[in-house]
């Protein structure tokens, strides 16, 4: 199928971790043009425009908590591009070691809250301003499941998480449609959100060597393995294209073997396989 992608303008914010990098690459795939945001890893985000050398594309650093470096970043890209087409939130950070509430101070819940929430709502805000002049656009939010089952250690992220997946999201697409209506050409704006599980990435590779946390993960899942940045790139290609998603918005899609919040396998018989 085609997705009518190439020549489109994506913005991927956090595309220097590797669920950003994977998306990427899946829209180089489809000749969109790209911007590439980082906030601290340069050489991961010049390491992935070097591996997109036959795509458009251009690398822009932003702390996208600040308002003035978020409006740079959409004013480089309406500057080299002339629009953008599609945003890809997907900029975030969390503490990975396992805090509870009641030991956790208000510094971790203020810097983790502004990291993914405060972020995705610049993000969004300075593109709804683009999508307002435009009269196009779409967006997609990277959530994650802890938003939608909870992760004791992580109530800070999976309240950010949860804002972004539901709140936002179903918020923020009835109010795109109103700054690019749907005509009779054009299916209208949209606002949709992935929520990944469990993924191989480097940031959780520590932990996923430990074999019995990840049988305690895969026990909860229909389909007992790990996801791969592949996996949420293919669907966040699928959700940008209006050729192919144009009838779907404010949907959250949980992409993660379907994972339920209690046990579907014995630990014993889950499997470990990547």
Known sequence: ?????????????????????AIAIQFAAEEAKLVLHYRRSKENAEALRRKLKRSDSIIVRADLTKELEVRRLFAETVKRFGRVDTLIANAGSWESRDIPLHRMSLRQW??????VLTSAFLSMREFFRIVARQKRGNALLIASTAGVFGEAGHADYASAKSAMAFGLTRSLKNEIVRLAPHTRDY????????????????????????????????????????????????????????????????????????????????????????
Request: aromatic content about 2%.
């Open 1 to 21: 199928m085609k997705t009518d992608l190439a020549g489109k303008v994506v913005v991927v914010t956090g595309a220097s971790g590797a669920i950003g990098a």
């Open 110 to 115: 203020h810097q983790t809250l502004d990291n």
């Open 187 to 274: 299916c209208g704006g949209r606002v949709n959100c992935i929520c990944p599980g469990w993924t191989i990435v480097p940031r959780t590779a520590d932990r996923l060597k430990d074999v019995k946390a990840v049988r305690k993960v895969t026990s909860t899942m229909a389909l007992p393995k790990l996801g791969q940045p592949a996996d949420m790139a293919n669907a966040a290609v699928f959700l940008s294209s209006d050729a192919l998603a144009g009838h779907i918005t404010g949907q959250t899609l949980v992409i993660a073997g379907g994972m339920e919040g209690r046990l579907l396998w014995p630990p014993e018989e889950a499997s470990t396989r990547t």
